[in-house]
């Protein structure tokens, strides 16, 4: 199983009502909750980790999850509240808000941190869970326990106007990434952590931090791999787009899923990723994020809707 470990929120989407008066819709979402999904409909083993509250809103994620063939059984539950983040939609461009004060995935501590069985080989880390405590604090604390015996990927999934302090997560981010066996960052994520650059000098200087893998998304330009001793590129399929809501999460569950159809997901097989490995991994992560970009909200495609 590749557990997926992060947030799950309600996002609440821009809509008009039937008497033409704005309003907000909710969907189940969340960057890792979408990673989760993705992967489930893509035919890969998932399991999702996070605070999952007992709310209407919460039992609306659990549904989600079961409905993609998603195990949640290591989700902590609890009373508290289900975050929930107001969407703005420009240019299919999303910017959020967020409402997260004492949430269930926000106060997520250290006790809940599930002891795992043999059959999760790989976790996924990243998004907005990372740049929050207490639960930040505790997703490192769950990556440093099961690095050393798991294959690990992390994405940040930045989102600048969300982080108070911007010392403390660099610094977080930069300890999770010397631990993590794969990285997948947006250009966009490179030059906040890096500065300007090349990109592919830029995911370079991330894999000297210790990484296998770094993968890359560039937006309508596709995506790129790299390890230390090969890379790979995929060009981005033309879509007229929707909006990007849970593009890069959906490119995460490719990458993973097309790892695991490889066998790739051992400490072993990471170690050795080949060109054709990376090649396989862009076209599924590429591939699945076009189906989601050419549709509303985050709703990846099912693995019968693709021809990879």
């Known amino acids: 199983m590749i557990l997926n470990c992060g947030e799950a929120l309600i996002d609440m989407l821009p809509c008009t009502s039937r008497e033409g008066v704005a309003c907000f819709a909710p969907h189940a979402g969340g960057s890792v909750f979408n990673t989760a999904i993705a992967l489930g409909r893509l035919g890969g083993p998932s399991g999702f980790f996070s605070g999952i509250s007992n709310d209407m809103f919460g039992e609306m994620l659990a549904q989600a999850l079961a409905a993609s063939n998603v195990d949640s059984s290591f ?18 461009q999303a910017t959020y808000s967020f409402n997260d004060e004492n949430t269930a995935g926000r106060m997520l501590g250290a ?116 390890t230390s001793e090969t890379t790979a590129e995929m060009a981005a399929n033309p879509v007229v787009v929707a909006d990007t809501v849970g593009a890069g999460d959906t490119f995460n569950a490719g990458v993973l899923a097309a790892l695991a159809d490889r066998e790739k997901l051992t400490k072993r097989g990471i170690a ?13 992560g590429v591939g699945s994020a076009a189906v989601t970009v050419s549709r509303a909200g985050a709703d ?8 990879i």
């Open 272 to 284: 050795a990723l080949t060109s054709d490995d990376l090649t396989a991994a862009l076209a599924l």
């Open 75 to 92: 989700a902590a539950r609890s009373n508290r509240p289900t975050t929930l983040a107001f969407v703005r939609l420009v240019d299919g």
């Open 300 to 307: 990846p495609p099912w693995r019968r809707e693709l021809d």
């Open 111 to 226: 006790d809940d941190i599930p002891d795992l069985p043999d059959h999760v080989g790989a976790m996924f880390f990243g998004g907005i869970s990372l740049m929050v405590t207490p639960c930040a604090a505790t997703y490192e604390a769950m990556l440093s326990r099961y690095a050393p015996t798991r294959v690990t990927m992390i994405d940040p999934n930045i989102r600048p106007d969300f982080i108070t302090d911007d010392a403390a997560y660099r610094a977080r981010i930069d300890r999770m990434l010397a631990k993590a066996d794969l990285v997948k960052l947006s250009d966009e994520d490179l030059r906040w952590l890096l500065g300007d650059g090349d990109p592919r000098v830029l995911a370079g200087e991330v894999l000297r931090r210790g990484p296998v893998a770094v993968f890359v998304t560039e937006g309508a330009r596709g995506a790129f791999a790299r």
